[in-house]
């Protein structure tokens, strides 16, 4: 399977810390991608990384890749309580350009 | 708005009875997908579009399930004969013609089966 797995699956941090997610991967990838869920809610596209990237950041959202080691990493500085979502990673494979593959998560909780 | 969405939110269905949900994509995304997830777990693919195209299916997705795009536009996922293991989050998701674009989601139809 070359769905990633996200690390750990729960997280909880006072607001105003920094919280930090661990993804890792199976096969060879063209891109990886962060999502955030909130509870019952659809998929909010957090950041892209490409394989040819090792640092990306937006706003208060830092992505590592390091491709081999199969891994990327999705810092959240200064956290606020609205945070408090669900975060995914997912890879299109480079061997099916067209499906999307997601972890299984990690729930984050971000107490004020 | 201009985002995914998805009618109906949720849904209530005795098992054996037939379901339709309806997904409306951004307007310029000429690929469209459908996903499920189950409570912990990530969406998981079921099948995508290109225009009206239908390219591909998981095996996830049995012969009670299956799904249009017959203008290329909106998508209908119809269940048939729905088991009380279909119940699930069904997510739509589009983007544009690359299959390495960003995926902008739904948000999504809650199904319940009783």
């Known amino acids: 399977s070359q769905q990633g797995e996200e690390d750990p699956q729960a997280l909880s941090i006072q607001e105003g810390e920094n919280a930090t997610m661990n993804c890792s991967y199976k096969?060879?990838?063209?891109?990886l991608q962060w999502y955030r869920q909130n509870s019952g809610r659809g998929l909010v596209h957090l950041i892209l990384?490409?394989?040819?990237?090792r640092e990306k950041h937006s706003g208060r959202l830092r992505v590592t890749l390091d491709t081999s080691k199969k891994s990327s990493s999705l810092l959240i500085t200064a956290s606020r309580a609205a945070d408090t979502a669900s975060y995914f990673c997912?890879?299109?494979?480079?061997?099916?350009?067209?499906?999307?593959?997601f972890g299984s998560g990690t729930k984050l909780n971000v107490k004020p | 708005d201009t985002g995914v969405s998805q009618n109906p939110r949720h849904k209530i269905t005795k098992r054996g009875q037939n379901v339709t949900f309806r997904c409306d994509p951004i307007?310029?995304?000429?690929?469209l997908y459908w996903y499920r997830q189950t409570l912990g777990q990530g969406p998981e693919f079921l099948t995508y579009?290109?225009?009206?195209?239908?390219?591909?299916k998981s095996r996830l997705l049995s012969d009670r399930f299956s799904a249009e795009r017959p203008k290329g536009s909106f998508s209908t996922l119809e269940i048939q004969r729905t088991e009380q293991g279909d119940s699930a989050m069904y997510l739509c998701?589009?983007?544009?013609?690359?299959?390495?674009?960003?995926?902008?989601f739904g948000p999504g139809t809650r199904l319940l089966v009783l």
């Open positions: 990384i490409r394989s040819n990237e």
């Open positions: 579009f290109q225009n009206e195209a239908q390219l591909e």
């Open positions: 998701a589009s983007s544009l013609t690359s299959s390495q674009e960003t995926q902008y």
């Open positions: 307007s310029e995304h000429n690929r």
């Open positions: 096969t060879s990838i063209n891109n």
């Open positions: 997912a890879t299109f494979g480079s061997d099916n350009f067209n499906k999307f593959y």
